[in-house]
Structures are given as C-alpha cells and as structure tokens.
C-alpha cells in the first residue's frame, strides 16, 4: 500500500477534483463518498470548502490550509471492499497518521502528532477509467478544532510510514517489499535494452524504457548536460545510483556498461566509441505539446482551463501549480486566476509567448527566452511562465482591510 500526502494552498481546486465536480475525463472514474468528519450533512465541494474556512476564520492565516492525501492499497486486497471497509482502512490510517512523533539525526522532535482525528475532513473513493484500480483521496483541514496546527513537516514520510504500519497488520505486501522484488525485473529491463542496441545511443536507451512502460526522469544542468536520471514504474521510483552492479547504470557509467556488453559478444571493437550525450536544444511549444497533459500522472494535479472558448482538463505537476499559487497569492492578488490561467497555458504550449520586455541578466538562463529551453526543468520553466504573465496581465493588489 502506498500513501501520499503534502499541505497545499489550493484546497479548492483539490476538493473539486476529489468530489468529481470538476471532472472532464472522456473516460471518467467512478467516485464515492465515503465518509466526513466533523462537516454538515454530505456537503459538496464548496459547502466542504467553507466548513473548512470558518474553523481557519478564527485562529491565524495559514497558507496552505488544507492537506491533500492519497492512499493506494493493491487492487487483489480491496477487489472484495464495500464502503465500511474503505471506512475502516481509512480510520485504521488516520490512527497511524496521527500517533507518529517524527525525529531529526540529533533526535529532537521535528514533528509532533497531528490530530486528524480532531479535524475535519471529508475522504473519497475513487476507480480508475481503466483497470478499476481503487484508491483514496482526502482533504483535510489543516486547522483542527482546537485551533491547533496540523504539523506538515516531512509529511509524506507520515502517510508513508502510516501505510506501511496498517500494511503489516493487516498481512499485506509493503511498498517497500514490492520495491525490493521488482528492482531486479528493472535492472533486467535495463540491461536488455543495452543489449539489443547496435551502438550506444542516451535517446535510444531512454525511448526503448519509455515504450517499455517506465517514466524516464533527466536530470541535466543549465547547459544542458545530462548529470543524471531516474525510473518511474507506477508509484514506485528507481534512482539510476540504486540500480545494476556497482551503480553500472549511472548515467557517467552506461557507455562503458554498453561497451562491456558489446566487447564480450564480439559486435564492437576496441576503438568503437559510443556517441555523446547531447546537450538538448530549445523547442517552440505548439499545441500537440500539450497533450502530454492530458493524462493523470502520480506527481500532478488536476487543473481545468478555459483557453479560446474551449475547456481543457489539464493534469500539471503539482510543484508547478505550488509555484503558480506562491507567484498570485489569491489573499493579496485581485486576478490570480487570470495570471494562474495564462501561466498554465504558456507552460502546457496551448498559448505562445507573448512579445513582452524580458528582464535583464544579458539573456542568459535565467531570461525569458521566446519559448521553453529543454535546458531548464519543470520549476525553472514555470518561474519564467509566471513572470511573463505577470508582465503580460500585471499583478492587480487587493484592495481593502488587511488582516
């Protein structure tokens, strides 16, 4: 079983999606209320919202206010499960989630329980389009009753831990164990794929685990150059220093991996050398880029845009729309919705970018280059997406008294 969670500021957006009001999927999951704590009455997602916000009303602002949390069990443990028993898993995990006291290396405490128990909250069951894999979404307000803060600090390792605790009483494979047993099948994979290539090549390699199912993660620096990479295989993640024989599919590692291979069967020669790794090169966004965003991924969120008169149900990074909110903080920003809108779609390729000045620095990687450099990462991208329509739109402040 694997558990997410994280404090976010747009509980909103994340009650929609879990409550299936803001569902636009051509192939939609089928969602059930399981069950509230401490609401009215089976409200929806806004009647949800503002229970939460008058319980925040009347202690100190708080940021992110609400707690986003997923909890996955294996499909062959719950195939049987009616609503009481996703009651019981759910409440066997807040028990677990709440009782935690985190500790740093020196051992002082670096988080306290939580009282999810005390806060309310409202859980969802969700099955996939495809597979009718079930699982979990919960919002739950940060503030307790008590006016109390939930601590959100390491919080994953919190539902991490949590889930692997209710796995082990109840008898189930752990996410850790499911990890250790399918490692060996990925340093398979790996090693065929080099195998089966004629000449070493980083984007055959790469292309070749991609249509193998994994999710290929580059890590590369500002000019380009690929420093690293990681496996992503369902909600499991592979670092490429974990895998092979003496981290023999590190990125610095893999020609010479490729070599050995190729020398031993007799397809190289001593003096073959394998090709470079290329630095990648800037790429203008069009439409079609988008479609990468159409499809739900374990890293992002759902986020619903009207662009030229059609609705388009995007699923964006959930670092990147952490980064949209911080830029327009709808406390103190009138048209955070207008900037957060033109930011997205600038980021997802739906809109070019608008002819507006770019800032100084020379034009170096930090300027705002007329569409994405495949140099930058997901972060850096959508900084320069927020600070073009900042300049696009302009930032229009609230007015009015200020807490």
């Given at each position: 079983m694997i558990a997410k969670a994280k404090a976010i500021s747009h509980g909103i957006n994340d009650l929609h999606y879990i409550t299936g009001e803001s569902q636009h999927k051509k192939h939609p999951e089928k969602i059930y209320r399981v069950l509230d704590n401490l609401l009215p009455s089976e409200p929806d997602a806004m009647g949800i919202w503002n229970?939460?916000?008058?319980?925040?009303?009347?202690?100190?602002?708080?940021?992110?206010?609400?707690?986003?949390?997923?909890?996955?069990?294996?499909?062959?443990?719950?195939?049987?499960?009616?609503?009481?028993?996703?009651?019981?898993?759910?409440?066997?995990?807040?028990?677990?989630?709440?009782?935690?006291?985190?500790?740093?290396?020196?051992g002082k405490v670096r988080s306290c329980p939580t009282n999810l128990a005390g806060s309310k909250y409202s859980v969802w069951l969700h099955t996939e389009s495809k597979g009718e894999v079930p699982?979990?979404?919960?919002?739950?307000?940060?503030?307790?009753?008590?006016?109390?803060?939930?601590?959100?600090?390491?919080?994953?390792?919190?539902?991490?831990?949590?889930?692997?605790?209710?796995?082990?009483?109840?008898?189930?494979?752990?996410?850790?164990?499911?990890?250790?047993?399918?490692?060996?099948?990925?340093?398979?994979d790996c090693m065929d794929i080099l195998k089966s290539m004629q000449s070493w090549s980083w984007e055959e390699y790469k292309n070749a685990l991609i249509r193998k199912g994994y999710t290929v993660h580059e890590r590369e620096d500002k000019k380009g150059i690929l420093h690293g990479y990681a496996l992503v295989n369902g909600n499991t993640k592979y670092k490429a220093s974990e895998l092979g024989v003496g981290r023999n599919l590190m990125i610095s590692k893999l020609p010479a991996t490729w070599n050995k291979l190729h020398y031993k069967s007799g397809v190289t020669t001593l003096n073959s050398k394998p090709e470079d790794i290329q630095p990648k090169h800037i790429q203008k966004p069009s439409a079609s880029n988008a479609t990468r965003y159409n499809t739900y991924r374990s890293d992002t969120v759902p986020y619903t845009l009207n662009h030229e008169g059609k609705e388009h149900r995007l699923y964006i990074p959930g670092k990147v729309l952490d980064c949209f909110n911080d830029e327009f903080d709808y406390r103190f920003v009138s048209n955070c919705k207008e900037l957060t809108d033109m930011a997205v779609a600038i980021f997802v390729g739906l809109l070019d970018t608008p002819n507006v000045a770019t800032g100084g620095g020379g034009g170096g990687p930090q300027s705002d280059l007329p569409w994405r450099d495949k140099d930058e990462d997901n972060l850096q991208w959508a900084r320069r997406c927020a600070r073009i329509a900042s300049r696009s739109l302009g930032k229009k402040p609230k007015t009015g008294l200020k807490r």
């Open positions: 229970s939460m916000q008058l319980t925040l009303s009347q202690h100190r602002p708080i940021k992110n206010s609400v707690i986003r949390i997923e909890l996955s069990p294996s499909p062959e443990h719950t195939q049987f499960y009616d609503i009481e028993d996703w009651q019981k898993l759910w409440q066997e995990f807040a028990e677990e989630f709440d009782k935690q006291v985190i500790t740093g290396k020196d699982h979990l979404h919960a919002a739950v307000c940060r503030m307790d009753e008590n006016g109390n803060i939930n601590n959100d600090h390491n919080i994953h390792l919190r539902a991490q831990r949590a889930a692997e605790r209710v796995a082990k009483k109840r008898g189930w494979t752990t996410a850790a164990q499911v990890r250790n047993s399918n490692v060996h099948q990925v340093n398979r």
